[in-house]
Antibody, heavy 120, light 110 residues
């Protein structure tokens, strides 16, 4: 059973870079069917798709975040990563990683999520 | 890329049916059948309950159903139960392998 878990700092200072890791277990992401996604949710607000990466490293980003986002993958470690630069308090959110069902239109399963707060 | 429009809240009594709308545009909801719905209980990760407009993943109750007309997708919950009290989000493909979510709807069981 595929499981995902996010890890990374819970507090980041404004203007710095947010870095998170998604650890995938119960299956290999070294597959031509594997796509991983990052999705975030500010406290009390809705979901926002950040981006998706394929097993081969092809990336797709939300146009509104594209200039600040980098998603990468390490198939040897069964992990994929999120970097968001120049963060502000508006980037405070629970960050989720999930399997992107590409080409099917769903995200499943999801990690439990990790709260990242941007504050001095 | 603008968020899809959902009502902020919908309520119903146990046993009733409710419908949640999700309005987009001809660039997303209206252009294909790549719409999914997610249920999220407080403090938990979302869970997919409908994909490709009306398909239920294995294990999802048949009380949940989806449909679409033009630029608006809809989720109907039949036989409302206390456990259905949660937030619901729609999500649509928006072209160039990008995705857009709705703002979410909080369902209250009276």
């Amino acid at each position: 059973q595929l499981q995902l878990q996010e890890s990374g700092p819970g507090l980041v200072k404004p203007s710095e870079t947010l870095s998170l890791t998604c650890i995938v277990s119960g299956g290999s992401i070294r597959s031509d069917t594997y796509y991983g996604a990052w999705i975030r949710q500010p406290p009390g607000k809705g979901l926002e798709w950040i981006g998706t990466i394929s097993y081969s490293g092809t990336t797709y980003y939300n146009p509104s975040l594209k200039s600040r986002v980098t998603i990468s993958v390490d198939t040897s470690k069964n992990q994929f990563y999120l970097k968001l630069t120049s963060v502000t308090p508006a980037d405070t959110a629970v960050y989720y990683c999930a399997k992107d069902g590409h080409p099917a239109p769903w995200f499943d399963p999801w990690g439990q999520g990790t709260l990242v707060t941007v504050s001095p | 890329q603008s968020a899809l429009t959902q009502p902020a809240s919908v309520s119903g009594s146990p046993g009733q049916s409710i419908t949640i709308s999700c309005t987009g545009s001809s660039s997303d909801v209206g252009s294909h059948n790549l719409v999914s719905w997610y249920q999220q209980h407080p403090g938990k990760a979302p869970k997919v309950i409908i994909d490709e407009v009306s398909e239920r993943p294995s294990g999802v109750s048949d009380r949940f159903s989806g449909s679409k007309s033009g630029n608006t997708a809809s989720l109907t919950i039949s036989g409302l139960q206390a456990e259905d009290e949660a937030s619901y989000y729609c999500c649509s493909y928006a072209g160039m392998h990008t995705w857009v979510f709705g703002g979410g709807t909080k369902v209250t069981v009276l």
